[in-house]
Nanobody, 113 residues
Framework: QVLFVESGGGSVQVGGSLRLSCAAS????????MGWYRQAPGKQRELVAQ???????IYADSAKGRFTISRDNAKNTVDLQMNSLKPEDTAVYYC???????WGQGTQVTVSS
């Protein structure tokens, strides 16, 4: 049974920071590309950032320069450091593996102006 559990969401003001964490179990974590995605009300889920098994990263244009994705294969975790937050970042954030269509339950991020 594959399970991803996100944590670290919350409410912050514009310009604030949050660090999201994701713990994985039931999967050969170290071989998969891991991603953080988000979904706002009425919107499609979109890629925020992803990191491959060897640490190569890709970011959405909206995240470049503000967010950093990282992974620890020894601990089976992937984190997303979010700085300079904007109201447009408000969404439920999910971690998971797109290749096998497997995701966590999500954590809410709310940025107020």
């Amino acid at each position: 049974q594959v399970l991803f559990v996100e944590s670290g969401g919350g409410s912050v003001q514009v310009g604030g920071s949050l660090r999201l964490s994701c713990a994985a179990s039931g999967i050969a974590f170290s071989i998969y590309t891991m991603g953080w995605y988000r979904q706002a009300p009425g919107k499609q889920r979109e890629l925020v950032a992803q990191v491959t098994s060897v640490g190569r990263t890709i970011y959405a244009d909206s995240a470049k320069g503000r967010f950093t994705i990282s992974r620890d294969n020894a601990k089976n975790t992937v984190d997303l450091q979010m700085n300079s937050l904007k109201p447009e970042d408000t969404a439920v954030y999910y971690c998971g593996v797109a290749l096998i269509n497997t995701w966590g339950q999500g954590t809410q991020v709310t940025v107020s102006s």
